[in-house]
């Protein structure tokens, strides 16, 4: 795979981008929703990502001569083709929740990578990723971040269950203490594997800051152990599994 076919499928995946959320305003997504299969505003749609498609496979011949203008007007029908019927699917379910839009967006980059490697008339590069996934480092590193995530979550509200039965009702969002843990164990993770320990520090000052007004007008001492504790626990548990990680790789 050369310089020239990785700018190509970054080429349609940043026109993919534009056409979704550049240059679809939101009457057309309105519409779609309210008219499904009968929206003209979605059949435009398609046609502005086939045009989109249209100009980067046009852009990639010029620079390779290797497809003459039929094949481009191919690929960039099929491209609009597939929108339109992801779309209209994606049309018939509700659109606030976020499995639905990751799917609808999931399913495009797929059609766009067989579209990619159709146009480069090869499967190299499949090859080349599934060994790059196997390999020790991907499996170590994807290991890593799937233990900061929901697994690490339950170990330490395991252990700070002793302390939740002393605590009044806080007032906080459901489940929000989790999706912070979570967010921020990912940042240190990501930080010590960077060697980067200096940032975690700020990282710990700038929650403490934004925790210190809420804790003081609580004035409520159990709570602040409470929450300092499982703060302390989080990131030094992804501190010692970062470390461990990082002499691992090397």
Avoid at 78 to 101: C, E, G, M, T, Y
């Amino acid at each position: 795979m050369n310089a020239a076919d990785l700018s190509l499928l970054f080429g349609l995946v940043l026109a993919h981008l534009v056409g979704d959320f550049v240059l679809q305003p939101g009457g057309w997504v309105e519409e779609r929703y309210r008219l499904k299969q009968r929206s003209r505003k979605l059949a435009q749609h398609a046609l502005v990502h086939g045009l989109l498609a249209a100009g980067v496979l046009m852009i990639a011949v010029l620079n390779a001569p290797t497809r003459g203008p039929f094949a481009i007007l191919l690929a960039s029908l099929a491209l609009a083709a597939s929108h339109w019927l992801i779309d209209v699917a994606k049309a018939h379910v509700n659109p606030q929740q976020l499995r639905w839009f990751l799917l609808d967006q999931a399913l495009h980059l797929l059609v766009i990578v067989t579209l990619w490697l159709s146009w480069i008339a090869s499967g190299q590069p499949l090859v080349v990723a599934t060994v790059w996934l196997m390999t020790p480092q991907i499996l170590g590193l994807a290991t890593a971040y799937l233990l900061v995530t929901r697994p690490m979550s339950i170990a330490i509200a395991l252990v700070m269950r002793r302390w939740n039965h002393q605590l009044e009702d806080t007032g906080t969002l459901a489940d929000a203490g989790a999706r912070i843990g979570m967010l921020e164990r990912f940042l240190v993770l990501t930080l010590v594997l960077l060697d980067q320990l200096i940032a975690v520090g700020f990282l710990l000052a700038a929650k403490s800051v934004l925790r210190f007004g809420d804790l003081r007008e609580a004035q409520d001492r159990k709570l602040t152990e409470y929450v300092l504790l499982g703060t302390l626990l989080s990131v030094s548990a992804t501190l010692i599994l970062g470390m461990c990680v990082r002499q691992l790789l090397e």
